[in-house]
């Protein structure tokens, strides 16, 4: 059975820094291909970053620099580092997890549709 288990979210003024965990059970982070989420009130669920099983990431533009995704493959964990956070960047945030795949920088995260496991959610609240 598979689980992501998020942790790490809270509030913080505007400039801050959090760091998002997510324990993966019952999947092997090292072959998968993983991605961060997020959802605020009253919008779309959107890619954050993803991470495939050869080191490649990607971002959404509107976190390019302030955020860094990563896995540490040993401890089976995904992790965003977010720094420089914003007001807008407030939502609830989701790991994702699904089978091969191969990321490249040029491309936005791929969309929600096509990941097959999900975490429950952490709530990442930023004050101005």
């Known amino acids: 059975q598979v689980q992501l288990v998020e942790s790490g979210g809270g509030s913080v003024q505007a400039g801050g820094s959090l760091r998002l965990s997510c324990v993966a059970s019952?999947?092997?982070?090292?072959?998968?291909?993983m991605a961060w989420f997020r959802q605020a009130p009253g919008k779309e669920r959107e890619g954050v970053a993803s991470?495939?099983?050869?080191?490649?990431?990607n971002y959404a533009d509107s976190v390019k620099g302030r955020f860094t995704i990563s896995k540490d493959n040993a401890k089976n964990i995904l992790y965003l580092e977010m720094n420089s956070l914003k007001p807008e960047d407030t939502a609830m945030y989701y790991c994702a997890a699904r089978g091969y795949c191969v990321v490249s920088p040029l491309y936005g995260v791929q969309s929600a549709r096509v990941f097959d496991y999900w975490g429950q959610g952490t709530q990442v609240t930023v004050s101005s």
């Open positions: 991470a495939d099983s050869n080191g490649n990431t």
């Open positions: 019952g999947y092997t982070t090292r072959s998968a291909c």
